[in-house]
């Protein structure tokens, strides 16, 4: 195992803490509530399949341990809707340790297998026609314009390290950018509700809103275009 330390939430499910600075890439309340509670149901992804797309754009800041992306597709699963994701990695190492802990666990979370099971054959470059998965390693806010100058995303999973552990991923600027990616009808979800967040996104144009409690947390934030 490699210096990242394996922690199992109280769900049952595991994540892995920061080599580090120690935090944990989710919520020690449950890594794959978190996932799908905070991430994947709030940016309202089975409602636009279901609803008639055929694709949807994922921005995903924050691989982690690639349950975000699972949680994603276990939303989508049934619709017959192709995940587009681009997933930011700044620490190519917690995926390797993410591999090592699945092969000593048997999995992330039993209930999460199927999908985090295709989320690491994609990693590999298989081909899945219900996934198409980049992960772009390096700071996020150098990779963020190496997209298409026309790329634009259904949904933002806002998911790095605190503002107190990585501010310049919740920096004013770099959350304009976000923005500036978001189609007419994307939502973005984070975890944090911290009030210069908040005003950052506003700043960048759009409406905020309160997210879901989900675990410990009491709320999140949500965020999309408005008017």
């Known amino acids: ?57 994922l921005l995903d800041i924050g691989t982690g341990l690639g349950l975000n992306l699972a949680a994603a597709l276990s939303e989508l699963d049934g619709t017959g809707c192709t995940l587009i994701a681009e997933s930011f990695e700044a620490d190519a190492s917690v995926l390797a340790a993410m591999r090592e802990l699945v092969a000593r666990e048997g999995s992330l979370d039993p209930r999460a297998e199927a999908w985090h099971a295709r989320v690491r054959a994609a990693l590999d470059g298989a081909d899945d026609p219900g996934l198409r ?26 998911d790095p390290f605190s503002p107190r552990r990585d501010a310049a991923l919740w920096e004013p600027g770099f959350l304009a950018c976000v923005a500036a990616r978001m189609a007419a009808e994307a939502w973005l979800s984070t975890y944090t509700v911290s009030r210069p967040v908040r005003r950052a996104l506003q700043a960048a144009g759009l409406a905020v809103h309160e997210g879901p409690a989900v675990g410990r947390k009491r709320a999140g934030t949500l965020a999309r275009f408005e008017g």
Do not use: I
Not at 133 to 156: M, S, Y
């Open 1 to 57: 195992m490699t210096d990242w330390l394996p922690v199992r939430t109280a769900d049952g499910s595991w994540t892995l803490a920061h080599p580090l600075h120690g935090e944990t890439c989710h919520s020690t309340a449950g890594a794959w509530q978190q996932a799908l509670e905070r991430y994947a149901r709030p940016c309202r992804l089975r409602e636009r399949a279901l609803s008639g797309a055929r694709e949807l754009r």
């Open 133 to 158: 998965l980049r992960v772009r390693l390096g700071d996020a806010r150098a990779c963020l314009p190496n997209l298409a100058p026309d790329w634009r995303c259904d949904a933002v999973f806002l």
